[in-house]
């Protein structure tokens, strides 16, 4: 992955998104947090970009408690202090952290740096319909003494929107920025998780897919909804965070099955007993043997494994699991959604294991579930003559389960013209992904 210093027109802005679901760093601070903000300040020091914008998921971790709430105060505070920022006079973080109201929280953390060269950074406060301008650095923490900020808008998806979730914290955090006369939406998400392998691997599109697809819709259908003054349609709009997306399963199976025999089974757990020394249910499983050697598994999915064996990591690794990007299709059912070709290994499941980092755990088929993704208006107001990355954090460390993933790109002062596919870029209802070269 090249490394720049973005250098656009006298008036472009050098932007760096960020989405990083932190569930694993909260549950193993002691010994990632560390390796997790070197790899995450490097990434950002190399590039220099103006306005920096970092979108988490799960803050507090998986599980959230009193005390790794306490880990995510401490994680802002370390953020925003460190040396490395200390050209970037501005910043704001909205934080989630009203784990005890079970119908509200999120989990989300949104983070923002603007450097002391930008002459205008506002935020919209949606109450007063009007932008303020931002100085210093303030955090704001949604607790049960303070459920709303009139410069956010945080929304839990409706539980009917996906029946098969369980615990669902899931849902969006907005705000609006006006940065040197750009108007951008910045939204972060976290979608519905594929809970079952067996489930997702039965039909095409799963049940975890259809629910996606109606969550996202979701979104855009609040944003043009929205009474805020100024509509959604007339802004920039990036939404980037932990959209869940997978892998259409069914056809990879069959992709890594072609010459497979099917065979199910009920198995019982570890000892056949759970954690707590209760006799654990046995559990269904499907294994795929070769037609010739009956002896050897190609591949064995339980609810909450999907295991290539030997080939596992080779498989899914080859470069950077370009075979895999055929069946990476959710976001074909939105050809008004704009997104960079992907050039990255999938950004999920990794191994929790700072010795293990770059392999992928055999939890789940490997997908790309964090993304960052833009409308036409953003589309156009990238300067499409300067280079652009989109990419992994941390692709050879362990930063947890998830591996963050960034856009670094110029926003120019005014939206160019319509490009069509052969000067670059593409819409997705033609590609699935808008293709720039880089």
């Known amino acids: 992955m090249r490394t720049m210093e973005l250098s656009g027109g006298v008036d472009d802005v050098p932007v760096m998104f960020v989405t990083a679901n932190v569930g694993t760093l909260f549950e193993m601070a002691d010994v990632m947090m560390n390796i997790w903000m070197k790899e995450f300040l490097k990434s950002v020091t190399d590039r220099k970009p103006k306005f920096i914008a970092l979108h988490c998921q799960e803050i507090g971790g998986k599980k959230a408690t009193r005390e790794s709430m306490a880990q995510a105060d401490a994680f802002v505070r370390d953020l925003f202090s460190h040396p490395e920022f200390r050209e970037y006079d501005r910043a704001r973080a909205f934080i989630d952290e009203n784990f005890h109201d079970l119908e509200t929280f999120t989990a989300l953390g949104s983070f923002y740096l603007a450097h002391r060269s930008l002459r205008q950074v506002q935020l919209w406060d949606f109450q007063r319909n009007e932008f303020a301008p931002i100085l210093g650095s303030d955090i704001a923490v949604f607790s049960p003494t303070t459920r709303t900020f009139s410069t956010s808008e945080k929304v839990r998806f409706p539980m009917d929107l996906h029946p098969l979730a369980k615990g669902n914290r899931k849902g969006f955090l907005r705000t609006r920025w006006n940065i040197d006369g750009r108007t951008l939406d910045l939204i972060n998400v976290h979608m519905f998780y594929d809970e079952d392998n067996l489930v997702a691997m039965e039909t095409s599109p799963s049940q975890y897919t259809s629910a996606r697809k109606l969550g996202l819709q979701h979104i855009l259908n609040s944003l043009v909804a929205s009474a805020n003054g100024r509509g959604s349609s007339d802004v920039a709009l990036f939404i980037f965070g932990d959209f869940n997306f997978r892998l259409d399963v069914h056809e990879v199976v069959k992709k890594l099955t072609e010459n497979g025999i099917r065979q199910e089974t009920m198995v019982n757990g570890i000892n056949g007993l759970d954690h707590n020394g209760v006799a654990d249910p046995p559990k269904a499983r499907v294994c795929f043997l070769d037609n010739v050697d009956l002896n050897k598994l190609i591949l064995t999915i339980e609810k909450k494994l999907f295991d290539h064996h030997e080939n596992h990591d080779y498989v899914f690794q ?23 070709e992907i050039g990255f290994a999938p950004s999920y ?14 939890t789940r088929c490997p997908a790309w579930c964090d993304r960052v993704i833009m409308n036409e208006n953003s589309w156009r107001t990238i300067n499409a003559h300067v280079p652009l990355e989109y990419g992994l954090i941390g692709s050879s460390v362990c930063m947890g389960d998830h591996k963050p993933v960034f856009l670094l790109c110029n926003l120019s002062q005014h939206q160019s013209s319509p490009l069509s596919p052969s000067n670059g870029r593409s819409v997705v209802q033609e590609t699935r992904t808008s293709n720039r070269p880089i």
């Open 318 to 340: 080859l470069d950077n699991g370009k075979w895999l990007r055929t069946f990476d299709s959710e976001l074909s059912a939105f050809p008004d959604i704009y997104e960079v």
């Open 349 to 362: 499941p990794y191994v929790e294991d700072i010795e293990k980092g770059q392999y992928f755990m055999k």
